[in-house]
C-alpha cells in the first residue's frame, strides 16, 4: 500500500521470480478486487511466454484477493501454489525483502502524486535496478550523506601545493 500526497491509497501487485530476483510490475490501483489480481496473474503469464515452464511455485499470502480464479490461472501452466502460514514473514522472506527495499529506497524518498506516478516511478526503478549494480548507484543515489567532495590538492597559507613525503 503506497499513499499520494493527496491521501489516496494505492495497492501495488509485484510478481517475483525468486531464482533470479528479477521483479515483474504486476500493475496499481485504487481497488483492487480479486478480478483485478486474477486478470494481472494472466497478463504475467502471458509476459513470460515459454519462461513460465521454469518456475515450479507461486508463494502468495492470505490476502482475499487471491481468489480461486488467481489459483486457477498458476494451476492451468502446471504450477504448485503455497499459501504461507498467518504471521511466518520468514515463510516468504525474498518477498519481504523486496517491500523493505522499495519502501527505504524509493517510496520513502519520493512523494507520489498519482497512481499513474507510481507506475512511472515504480518502472524506471525496476529498470534502473536491472542495470548492473555500478550503473544503478549513479543513477538512483538516494544516500542521505552529501556525495563526497571532489579531491583537491591541500596548500599552505603561502598558495604553494603540499607535498607529501
Known amino acids: 500500500m503506497v ?41 504475467l503469464v502471458m509476459d513470460l511466454g515459454n519462461r513460465i515452464a521454469g518456475l515450479r511455485f507461486v508463494i502468495h499470502d492470505r490476502d482475499p484477493l487471491f481468489t480461486s480464479a488467481f489459483r486457477e490461472v498458476f494451476e492451468a501452466e502446471g504450477l504448485r501454489l503455497v499459501t504461507t502460514l498467518p504471521r511466518t514473514p520468514r515463510m516468504n522472506a525474498i518477498c519481504e525483502r523486496v517491500i523493505g527495499t522499495l519502501r527505504r529506497e524509493l517510496l520513502d524518498r519520493i512523494l507520489i502524486l498519482s497512481e499513474h506516478h507510481l507506475v512511472f516511478v515504480l518502472r524506471e526503478y525496476l529498470i534502473q535496478r536491472g542495470r548492473p549494480s555500478g ?31
Not at 543515489?141 to 601545493?161: D, I, L, Y
Open 3 to 43: 499513499e499520494t500526497v493527496l491521501l489516496k491509497r494505492l495497492y501495488v501487485l509485484i510478481f517475483i521470480e525468486h531464482g533470479t530476483r528479477r521483479l515483474h510490475l504486476a500493475g496499481v490501483t485504487a481497488h483492487p478486487s480479486g478480478t483485478w489480481t486474477a486478470q494481472q496473474a494472466r497478463n
Open 135 to 165: 550503473e544503478v548507484s549513479a543513477c538512483w543515489s538516494f544516500s542521505r550523506r552529501p556525495p563526497p567532495e571532489p579531491a583537491v590538492p591541500a596548500f599552505r597559507a603561502t598558495g604553494s601545493p603540499v607535498t607529501t613525503a
